[in-house]
T-cell receptor, first 118, second 109 residues
Framework: GAVVSQHPSWVICKSGTSVKIECRSL??????MFWYRQFPKQSLMLMAT?????????EQGVEKDKFLINHASLTLSTLTVTSAHPEDSSFYIC??????????????FGPGTRLTVL | GQNIDQPTEMTATEGAIVQINCTYQ??????LFWYQQHAGEAPTFLSY??LDGLEEKGRFSSFLSRSKGYSYLLLKELQMKDSASYLC??????????WGAGTKLIIKP
């Protein structure tokens, strides 16, 4: 099946710093990538949808100036959490989708990045 | 608004069968997914239904009734490794995935 990688797996940073998370589709070209956030014991919350070469579409309530998304190529999307604060501590998961990458046009998920802001 | 309901938690015994239900109300329907998510890990794809009926895949089966807005995931011959959260998600008319809160399945020996 299609493989999505995410880096780093976990990160601890000080309040006020910025953190960049990379999401790569390894064996397929992802025209669409998704960024999710998941708090403990809660379901996935979609933050934004990004299409290669265009601006990301953010969900209501997600600050686009705080969560910068760049989908510069068909295999790479990045999420930068700017001026991170303790309330931004969460599990961030990316997923990728492309016609033909899966039998059911399903999303393939990266392993997630656990962010802890001190 | 759009809504997906599934039980918060279920408990079953190793070797038994368990059925996890999901009901949905969405703006349009382009298919329903079931994903498995182990604690601290990302979700992995289990099944996809877009037509009414039962789809069987090994120990796991998924059922869909579009007229009732209802699906279930059936897990047979439960193993300890099946302990996980099971997420129901519907693809709406805009091809956006609407996620349920997930059902935490606890398997006891």
């Amino acid at each position: 099946g299609a493989v999505v990688s995410q880096h780093p797996s976990w990160v601890i940073c000080k309040s006020g710093t910025s953190v960049k998370i990379e999401c790569r589709s390894l064996d397929f070209q992802a025209t669409t990538m998704f960024w999710y956030r998941q708090f403990p014991k809660q379901s996935l919350m979609l933050m934004a949808t990004s299409n290669e070469g265009s601006k990301a579409t953010y969900e209501q309530g997600v600050e686009k100036d705080k969560f910068l998304i760049n989908h510069a190529s068909l295999t790479l999307s990045t999420l930068t959490v700017t001026s991170a604060h303790p309330e931004d501590s969460s599990f961030y998961i990316c997923s990728a989708r492309d016609v033909g990458a899966g039998e059911y046009n399903e999303q393939f998920f990266g392993p997630g990045t656990r962010l802890t802001v001190l | 608004g759009q809504n997906i309901d599934q039980p918060t938690e279920m408990t079953a015994t190793e070797g038994a069968i368990v059925q996890i239900n999901c009901t949905y109300q969405t703006s349009g329907f382009n298919g329903l997914f079931w994903y498995q998510q182990h604690a601290g890990e990302a979700p992995t794809f289990l099944s996809y239904n877009v037509l009414d009926g039962l789809e069987e895949k090994g120990r796991f089966s998924s059922f869909l009734s579009r007229s009732k807005g209802y699906s279930y995931l059936l897990l047979k011959e439960l193993q300890m490794k099946d302990s996980a959260s099971y997420l129901c998600a519907v693809l709406d008319s805009n091809y956006q995935l609407i996620w349920g809160a997930g059902t935490k399945l606890i398997i006891k020996p």
